[in-house]
């Protein structure tokens, strides 16, 4: 395995929010547990020793870009647009983008849920580059 923690926030996140049901369930499916899973907005210390920042889509990427860019030195990707940092680009090149599921469907969910894990692997080369020079570091 690599040796990296991966977190999760959102740009308009409540804090404490539990998961959705549908959310819970389609981690209960695949193998994983949300019932300790409460809503984190991004901010200094979500932020705190982060290498990437990987919105769903280029408008998240954008709205963070504009509210944290400043003040945060990693890496700024969409999650379909696999190792690409848009930290000092003016724009974000065309990528497939996640419709986020909140309040929809089951099915809409599952869409989300698939697409993400399939557009994760996608960033597998990156992730592994980040575990090895955080070991060259050591």
Same mark, same amino acid.
């Given at each position: 395995g690599?040796?990296?923690?991966?977190? =999760?926030?959102?740009?308009?996140? +409540?804090?404490?929010?539990?998961?959705?049901?549908?959310?819970? @369930?389609?981690?209960?499916?695949?193998?994983? =547990?949300?019932?300790?899973?409460?809503?984190?907005?991004v901010g200094p210390e979500s932020l705190a020793g982060a290498a990437w920042v990987i919105g769903m889509t280029r408008s998240h990427a954008?709205?963070?870009?504009? +509210?944290? &860019?400043? +003040?945060? @030195?990693? &890496?700024?990707?969409?999650?379909?647009?696999?190792?690409?940092?848009?930290? &000092? +680009?003016d724009h974000s090149p065309a990528a497939e983008e996640v419709a986020d599921p909140y309040g929809g469907t089951a099915e809409q969910y599952g869409i989300a849920c698939e697409q993400i894990a399939r557009l994760l692997a996608e960033w597998e080369p990156c992730f592994r580059g980040l575990a090895v020079r955080k070991e060259l570091e050591k």
């Open positions: 690599l040796d990296l923690a991966f977190a =999760s926030a959102g740009i308009e996140a +409540r804090p404490g929010q539990p998961a959705s049901l549908e959310s819970a @369930a389609w981690a209960k499916a695949g193998g994983m =547990s949300l019932a300790d899973h409460c809503a984190t907005p954008a709205s963070f870009k504009s +509210r944290f &860019g400043g +003040r945060y @030195a990693g &890496g700024l990707g969409v999650l379909g647009a696999s190792c690409v940092d848009l930290a &000092g +680009r």
